[in-house]
């Protein structure tokens, strides 16, 4: 691709349309005169009464509380300079744009022609009545400094120049990990820095905040070292002046254990690199062109860990890491101040998130196979959809704490679910079933534990308290993916169906398995053989009580996967044939849809058993079911056997439980445009209410659109869920990513908790005292 392209795809980006990157969205209905009348005169002037009365009043009736100014004068913009407050404006919009993507916060932007410090602290002080928070933004040094002091001091809403401390905080996390794992300490780590401007002086007053030394640091700027001797150096500097002046680089770097780049490109040479001490760290952040490339850097030195500015390397220091999410953390707890505790506080937060697993999702957006923590992976990705409810909590806990914040919260975990809706991450059933499964966990068994995707997925399942993974599988090949893909299975137990070891088990397995099959044509020597076959095993491990529910269908045939439990656990009282669901997360809720995988052309009555036990399933998650019968007709528009088929079997259901919301058949738009059900339907059940089950007529109709809703409509998929099994065996699509394997844990662990609480419940009911009880013959 030629750079002209890149230009023109820029520039059309940019005017394409509605020129710019933002706009102004009303927030309340203003379609009526009684809405206007409401929005402005005469009904506005009754807040305006309620903040003169009280001025904290203005973040219960205005935007305040959720708006940040992203404010320059554009002496400093990107790597352009001195460009003038117009030309800044794109990359004021453009920030603007990532605070309401990653942490959901208004921002307006104002460029402000004045480069007087005095001046442009006048005017942005007189701004304050109308943010919750400022976010300066591409100011020359030394100019900056004084700026964002002096607001700092005259302002009660944070403050914070993100040039400076966003790159700081980022960098002292990648650096607390980098020297983590190069085992240093960071209170004896000599640090060379180049280009000492308004960032690089954050990073290192950040740094020795972590616990780093004056002493250990030598700085360099475009005129050379920054030594006693100078007169131009400001009270920050000078805290770090060596005591020579004949410094270069090149002597500097000499068994230095961390070196920081914040200056031009190309200015450190790969000797610079190998004199450095051994395991030696280089952030090379000058952009687009680092102080040395990444290929020349780890060419000379492979003990080396290397950080960049840029996105195409691993390790890329990136500021939208930290202030959408500091700014959040501030604004909710309506801090005065942005203040040490609370950097301190995200770049530890930061720090502790790049341990953890990396969602399946993070490594599809950067086109990896797995990312784990390590040389090429020391801080987070700015896709994790993690950092909101990471970084935020810790950034709001510190100003509590450190006396800032003017607003305390009390449930931590219920600020974390709001965190989460605010980004759309999070929906109502995925809480209930992340919920109820870590109230109860339990023991599932993975089939296919030699998959990297299974092994990361347990890992999690087991970290996040959900249930306790068993690994089915060769044990030395198990380990040897984990320990390739630097996956911790540790605590996890292994079961090898085909070792010696577990040769008792498998003929204990092979006898019972024998009982069930032997006038089914099967005979001994056939049900040994098949408890080798690791679903077997694993179907036989959950019908004995070694486990309480298997997962597998990963790297097999969705057949292959059923039949086993078909026919080693079986259905439950009442069902003729199983079913299957997925469950769609869509922007407008939960959706499920069956039958999507299992029967082919049901009858009546089998649509309508599907129904009522897809009915069981929505309600396990206290979800009232809201259900749409499907067809191509609606409401006898058609007198086909296919319309009519459906129509009895609506019937059927509502006779089964006249209490449901149900209806049909009608065709599948009619239940979502709620003016065309109540004009041209006004009888049907299910106007003014929102449809959350979809039952479709046959197997291709429902795999069709599931499939079609998977792709297009960006719904996150969880699924197939099998319907009537006597215990919880889950299928897994072929190719399910991390997060997929996941979320069915949670479904096979809900599974699992309502089975037994049904199996205690029928126990009880078949009791003699319990009959006693039910007559009135006791207690």
């Not at 940040?68 to 003038?84: E, F, Q, S, W, Y």
């Not at 131009?232 to 500097?252: H, M, N, P, Q, Y």
């Not at 089964?656 to 109540?678: C, H, T, Y």
């Not at 699509?733 to 809900?750: E, H």
Request: contains cysteine; neutral net charge.
């Amino acid at each position: 691709m030629s750079n002209k392209l890149n230009v023109e795809q820029a520039l059309e980006y940019h005017s394409s349309g509605r020129p710019g990157k933002i706009e102004v969205i009303p927030t309340k209905e203003a379609k009526t005169q009684r809405d206007l009348s409401l929005a402005y005169s005469p009904g506005v002037a009754e807040p305006c009464k309620e903040i003169f009365k009280n001025r904290e009043e203005i973040y219960k009736y205005t935007a305040k509380g959720n708006l940040v100014a992203v404010i320059t004068n554009g002496t400093a913009v990107l790597g352009l300079g001195d460009i003038g407050a117009e030309a800044s404006k794109p990359v004021m919009e453009g920030k603007a744009v990532l605070f309401k993507i990653f942490a959901d916060i208004d921002v307006f932007d104002i460029e402000i022609n004045e480069k007087d410090p005095e001046k442009f602290v006048q005017i942005v002080k007189a701004l304050e009545p109308t943010f919750g928070g400022i976010n300066l933004e591409d100011i020359k040094a030394p100019e900056c400094f004084y700026i964002e002091k002096m607001l700092r001091e005259q302002c009660n809403i944070p403050v914070m120049h993100d040039d400076q401390h966003g790159t700081a905080i980022i960098s002292s996390a990648a650096l607390l990990n980098a020297l983590e794992l190069q085992k240093k300490k960071i209170e004896k780590v000599r640090i060379v820095v180049n280009g000492a401007g308004a960032a690089a002086m954050a990073c290192a007053q950040l740094y020795v905040a972590l616990g780093a030394r004056y002493e250990n640091f030598i700085l360099f700027d475009k005129d050379g070292v920054l030594h006693k001797g100078r007169t131009d150096l400001g009270d920050i500097r000078k805290k770090f002046a060596v005591e020579k002046s004949d410094w270069t680089l090149a002597t500097a770097m000499k068994d230095a254990d961390v070196f920081l780049g914040l200056s031009v490109g190309n200015v450190v040479t790969q000797d610079m690199i190998k004199s450095m001490a051994k395991n030696p760290i280089a952030f090379a952040m000058a952009n687009p062109d680092p102080e040395i490339t990444y290929e020349n850097a780890t060419a000379v030195r492979k003990d080396l860990i290397m950080a960049t500015g840029r996105s195409d390397y691993p390790n890329q220091v990136n500021n939208v890491l930290g202030f959408p999410y500091i700014f959040r953390g501030a604004l909710d707890v309506r801090a005065k101040q942005i203040n040490e505790a609370m950097k301190l506080a995200a770049v530890k937060a930061l720090a502790q998130l790049a341990k953890t697993p990396v969602p399946d999702i993070v490594n599809m957006a950067y086109n990896q196979k797995t990312m784990a923590f390590g040389p090429l992976y020391i801080m987070p990705k700015p896709l994790d959809p993690r950092l909101l409810a990471a970084i935020a909590p810790a950034v709001a806990k510190a100003a509590i704490e450190s006396g800032v914040a003017q607003k305390t919260i009390d449930n931590w975990d219920a600020y974390t679910v709001e965190l989460n809706k605010r980004l759309g991450l999070d929906n109502q059933v995925m809480r209930i079933i992340g919920h109820k499964a870590r109230k109860d966990p339990k023991r599932i068994v993975f089939a296919e534990a030699d998959n990297q995707k299974i092994l990361k997925a347990a890992s999690i399942i087991y970290d996040d308290g959900i249930a306790y993974p068993i690994l089915l599988g060769e044990e030395a090949k198990i380990k040897r993916i984990a320990h390739e893909n630097n996956i911790d299975i540790e605590d996890l137990p292994i079961i090898d169906s085909r070792s010696h070891e577990t040769e008792a088990k498998r003929n204990y397995y092979a006898e019972l398995y024998f009982k069930k099959r032997q006038r089914r044509g099967l005979n001994f020597y056939e049900s040994k053989k098949l408890m080798r076959e690791r679903n077997n095993f694993g179907c036989m491990m959950v019908e004995t009580g070694d486990a309480d529910a298997m997962i597998s269908g990963l790297t097999k045939n969705y057949a292959e996967t059923i039949r086993p439990a078909l026919q080693i656990i079986g259905v439950e009282d009442g069902v003729k044939k199983i079913a299957g669901m997925y469950l769609l997360l869509t922007r407008k809720g939960p959706l499920f849809l069956a039958d999507t995988t299992v029967n082919f052309n049901p009858t009546a009555e089998e649509l309508a058993d599907i129904t009522m036990m897809v009915v069981r399933e929505v309600k396990s998650f206290n979800i009232p079911p809201r259900i749409a019968m499907l067809s191509y007709s609606n409401f006898g528009s058609s007198d086909s056997p296919e319309a009519r088929l459906v129509a009895e079997a609506t019937q059927l259901v509502k006779e089964r439980d006249p209490s449901l919301i149900i209806d049909g058949e009608m065709q599948a738009w009619v239940p979502f445009n709620k003016d065309i059900l109540k004009d041209n339907y006004p009888f049907s059940t299910l106007v003014d209410h929102d449809v959350n089950v979809l039952i479709f007529p046959n197997l291709a109709a429902g795999n069709v659109a599931y499939n079609l809703l998977k792709e297009l409509g960006g719904a996150d998929a969880i699924g197939p869920i099998l319907l009537g099994l006597k215990k919880p065996v889950h299928v897994l699509q072929l190719g399910s990513t991390v997060r997929n394997i996941i979320n069915m844990a949670n479904i096979a662990v809900v599974d699992a908790q309502m089975k037994s609480m049904a199996n205690v419940e029928d126990e009880i009911s078949k009791s003699p005292w319990w009959k006693r009880l039910k007559k009135g013959h006791g207690k």
